[in-house]
Each structure stands twice: as structure tokens, then as C-alpha cells.
């Protein structure tokens, strides 16, 4: 069974920084890129991140490039999303997600909230 | 960017009902491979956004056969065929043929 389980949630102030893991289980993790996807409250979903299978290619939304850094370990099957200079407007809950064979998000993790407020 | 509309935004239906939900493009999902890259996910109340169609018309896993989707170019449907009570949450179209990937505003399906 596939299985998404970020970590890393909490509150911290503007300015800041913080970083959210997202662990993978039941398939093979270095065989598939990866995304985060947040979710504003009361929001729709904003992509903002995606890393390929070697990391060979990282890409990034507008709004967190030269901000966030996606990064992961596969002999960990660990996922990373490192955000600097946070902003009241990256409150979100952030989900990671698998990308799929059809370019989809076929697995979702629970998501982890991430506050930014002073 | 790609902005995706969708209509409705919100739908009540009783169930055994048949409902569409409509994803319209501001240019074509259609890239000179001949491939379209349009999907829609379900994220029910409290949940995790979960894949129902890729590219188009392909079931997801497990999803089922109650939903269908449909379209190209700039115009996409999402079908459910027979609404159950399961079906209830927030409906979003999804295009990856232009970067960056965006998604619709959600249509919100509620049960009669």
C-alpha cells in the first residue's frame, strides 16, 4: 500500500524558516518524481514544487521560487520542502504527492499545516 | 498561466442523480505530441485530495466507473453517472500541458 506521511507542521513568524519532510513507503521511491502541492484555508490547491526521480530537474511555482527548495534522499525515501523568508500568504496546509505514470498525482499524503503568523 | 474555469461552482443533486461538472480551458491542453493533459480529483471533506480521471477520459485506480471524463482542446466534462452519498466534496480539473500546472477553482457537489 502506498503510504504519504508529512511532518513537520507548526506556527512560526514571518521571516522565518522551516522545513517539511514527506516520507514514502510501498513503492519504489527512486523511481518517480515528486510534487508539493499547498492549500490556502477555505482555498483551492496552487501547485508549487516538483523534483524528478534522480533529482536531476527541480521546478517551481512563482510565488516560493528563490524561496523554497525541494530536495529528497532516496536511500531514505525522503522527501523535502526547505522554505525561507515565509510570508503570511504560505499559511497552507502542504501536501506532498507521487507523480504518476500519466503525469497525475496518483497518491496524496494527509498534508501538514504550515502557519505563518506574528 | 493556464486559468481553468469551472461551472458550476457549487451543485446539489439528490442521489441516483446524473451530474457534469465543466472545465474550460484559456488555451488549448493540446501539446504538438498529440497528448492532453487534463485531469480531475475528489477531495472530500477532511481529505486529501484524491486522482478520479487522468489525461482526460483514463479512470484512476479504484475509482468507480460512475465517473467519466470527456473533451478537448479547451472544453473538458467531468460525468458522474448516478451520484452516492460518498460522492460529496470539492470536484478539481487539473492541466499539466503548460507550465506552470494549475488547477480549476473547485466545484463544490452537495447532497440533496
Known amino acids: 500500500e502506498v503510504q504519504l506521511v508529512e511532518s513537520g507542521e507548526g506556527l512560526v513568524q514571518p521571516g522565518s524558516s522551516m522545513k517539511l519532510s514527506c516520507v514514502a513507503s510501498?513503492?519504489?521511491?527512486?523511481?518517480?518524481?515528486m510534487n508539493w502541492i499547498r492549500q490556502a484555508p477555505k482555498k483551492g490547491l496552487e501547485w508549487i514544487a516538483l523534483?524528478?526521480?534522480?533529482?536531476?530537474?527541480?521546478y517551481y511555482a512563482d510565488s516560493v521560487k528563490g524561496r523554497f527548495t525541494i530536495s529528497r534522499d532516496n536511500s531514505k525515501n525522503t522527501l523535502y520542502l526547505e522554505m525561507n523568508s515565509l510570508r503570511s500568504e504560505d499559511t497552507a496546509m502542504y501536501y506532498c504527492?507521487?507523480?504518476?505514470?500519466?503525469?497525475?498525482?496518483?497518491?496524496w499524503g494527509q498534508g501538514v499545516m504550515v502557519t505563518v503568523s506574528s | 498561466d493556464v486559468v481553468l474555469t469551472q461551472t458550476p461552482s457549487t451543485l446539489s443533486a439528490t442521489i441516483g442523480q446524473s451530474v457534469s461538472i465543466s472545465c474550460r480551458s484559456s488555451?488549448?491542453?493540446?501539446?504538438?505530441?498529440?497528448?492532453?493533459?487534463l485531469y480531475w480529483y475528489l477531495q472530500r471533506p477532511g481529505q486529501s485530495p484524491q486522482l478520479l480521471i487522468y489525461?482526460?477520459?483514463n479512470l484512476g485506480s479504484g475509482v468507480p466507473n460512475r465517473f467519466s471524463g470527456s473533451g478537448s482542446g479547451t472544453d473538458f466534462t467531468l460525468k458522474i453517472s448516478g451520484v452516492e452519498a460518498e460522492d460529496l466534496g470539492v470536484y478539481y480539473c487539473?492541466?499539466?500541458?503548460?507550465?506552470?500546472?494549475?488547477f480549476g477553482s473547485g466545484t463544490k457537489l452537495e447532497i440533496k
Open positions: 488555451q488549448s491542453l493540446l501539446d504538438s505530441a498529440g497528448n492532453t493533459y
Open positions: 504527492a507521487k507523480l504518476g505514470l500519466g503525469a497525475d498525482f496518483d497518491y
Open positions: 487539473m492541466q499539466a500541458t503548460h507550465a506552470p500546472l494549475t
Open positions: 523534483i524528478y526521480y534522480d533529482s536531476s530537474s527541480k
Open positions: 510501498g513503492f519504489t521511491f527512486s523511481n518517480y518524481g
Open positions: 489525461l482526460v477520459s
